[in-house]
């Protein structure tokens, strides 16, 4: 039996807004003081129970958990005005009123939302022999609700509202209604997997389904929305092992993706599902030394999308076109024997990534599918002492991708219809629309470790630099182009009980 509690607290100066175009040229580090964002903060209380139990037969075993988790995250923003397209990249308000000054004027905004997950799953496994063959039979059944309050309400007019100070309207009056959307889920599922041993080859059949209902109402206005969803995967699972040294395996599954339902789009939106496929080995070249990849190719139809940018602190999540990914995955890895005369050992780990995923119909037919880069990879390089210290130093590469459905290409300011904005237009600055490609970058991060003497492998004293190079670059353009940290060193004590 074990039980574990897990409590995480967070007060911090936090904005979810990001750059302009012409923000991020001429200051891409700086946005405090925007629109009186340096008022901006977020609160967060986050719980987790589990209950897990396990029993251990000779040809058994049974597992059961208990689990839930309460999210409570609110956030505290200074709500803007439009801005004019003009006027970028200052903030001089035509009309003062809107600037945000405590006591004086403007107004902040009070995001509160609640996470509330409750489940329950049982799992068995079951070792047994008919005739020649071996069997692992595996099944279980889980069962999972979730709730979720997205709410908002206004402080007074120049009011610094915070967790300690959720505003004179939080509760009152309608600003302080001015939404609360209620979500609720409920899942419940089945599988049940043989992995049978015929010689050298695992053949693996197996089947899962689920049943799941979405409901959505919001207050104030009494609309409310219910969708129920049927789930049937079916997976086949190839393993080929040869002397120990190669294994070359394949599978074929339907995949199934349940629409999201906080959205400012349609609700429901229909589940994503598709045929995805794999073929690929793992092999021992010498002592140390071991390489693997595979190939891949989905097929994706009703394909969610989720758009970089929110409508009235709603994110824009979409059925788009059928699509198709396809790629492989490369690894290897080598670890030294000792150093002559030391018990010092040199490891490297290389890793590569290729994925080609685009639209396969309609008018985006050819369009590469949002967020999917074509190329990642790292490669890392290390030294060992024993059980006393570590250092490895890493090169790590995440390439371009684009950010809509149209792969709008340089960077354009936009409405929230997608239409690029023109002089003399407005924007909303809070939840900017920024559309285009997101360049690559190449980052060099490093790990320095040593464990006490006299602690043995328990406690190590540690060092993590980050983007050592410090480069510029761009995480992504969700609400407005967001650069990356820049260089970063941390340093801490890990001890182990």
Not at 141 to 169: C, H, K, T, W, Y
Request: no cysteine; aromatic share 10%; charged share 25%.
């Amino acid at each position: 039996m074990e039980f574990s509690i897990t409590r995480m607290l967070e007060d911090s100066n936090y904005d979810e807004s990001n750059l302009t175009p012409v923000e991020y040229a001429l200051a891409p580090r700086r946005k405090l003081g925007r629109f009186g964002q340096q008022y901006n903060t977020m609160a967060v209380d986050f719980s987790k129970y589990d209950l897990k139990h396990q029993w251990n037969g000779e040809h058994l075993t049974l597992s059961s958990r208990l689990y839930t988790t309460r999210t409570d995250r609110r956030r505290f923003t200074v709500d803007p005005e439009a801005v004019s397209v003009d006027a970028l990249p200052t903030f001089v308000y035509d009309n003062p009123d809107y600037q945000f000054e405590p006591g004086v004027s403007g107004v902040m905004v009070s995001r509160s939302r609640l996470y509330e997950n409750y489940g329950a799953e049982t799992r068995a496994v079951i070792d047994f022999q008919t005739g020649s063959l071996g069997h692992e039979l595996a099944f279980g059944i889980q069962a999972m609700r979730s709730l979720f309050d997205d709410g908002r309400s206004f402080g007074a007019v120049g009011e610094v509202i915070s967790r300690g100070n959720p505003g004179s309207n939080f509760g009152e009056g309608e600003l302080a209604e001015a939404r609360l959307d209620k979500y609720q889920s409920t899942a419940i599922a089945g599988y049940i997997q043989d992995a049978v041993q015929v010689g050298n080859l695992q053949i693996t059949p197996g089947l899962r389904a689920e049943h799941y209902t979405q409901h959505r109402e919001r207050r104030f206005t009494g609309a409310e929305f219910e969708f129920d969803g049927e789930r049937d995967d079916r997976l086949l699972a190839l393993l080929y092992t040869r002397v120990e040294r190669t294994q070359i395996f394949a599978n074929v599954a339907r995949g199934y993706t349940p629409a999201f339902a906080r959205s400012a789009d349609e609700f429901p939106l229909k589940p994503e599902t598709g045929i995805n496929s794999q073929i690929g080995f793992r092999h021992k070249l010498a002592s140390g030394l071991n390489v693997e990849g595979a190939a891949f190719y989905n097929l994706i139809y009703d394909t969610v999308v989720q758009l970089p940018y929110t409508v009235d602190d709603a994110n824009i999540v979409v059925n788009s076109a059928d699509s198709r990914s396809l790629g492989f995955d490369f690894g290897l890895n080598y670890e030294t024997p000792t150093i002559a005369g030391t018990n010092v050992r040199a490891n490297s780990t290389v890793a590569y990534s290729y994925a080609r995923s685009t639209f396969t119909e309609g008018e985006l037919d050819g369009n590469r599918v949002p967020e999917t880069p074509l190329h990642a990879g790292s490669i890392t390089v290390g030294l060992r002492g024993g059980e006393r210290w570590n250092a490895s130093l890493t090169v790590n590469h995440f390439g371009s991708y684009v950010s809509d459905l149209l792969n709008t290409r340089d960077f354009v300011l936009a409405d929230e219809d997608r239409k690029p904005v023109q002089a003399g237009d407005s924007v909303e600055i809070r939840e900017v629309v920024v559309l285009g490609r997101v360049s690559s970058n190449t980052l060099l991060p490093a790990r320095v470790g040593y464990f006490l003497p006299w602690s043995g492998p328990k406690t190590e004293l540690w060092v993590t630099g980050r983007n050592l190079t410090n480069k510029l670059y761009i995480v992504d353009i969700e609400n407005g182009i967001r650069p990356g940290a820049a260089r970063t060193v941390i340093g801490g004590v890990t001890v182990r009980f």
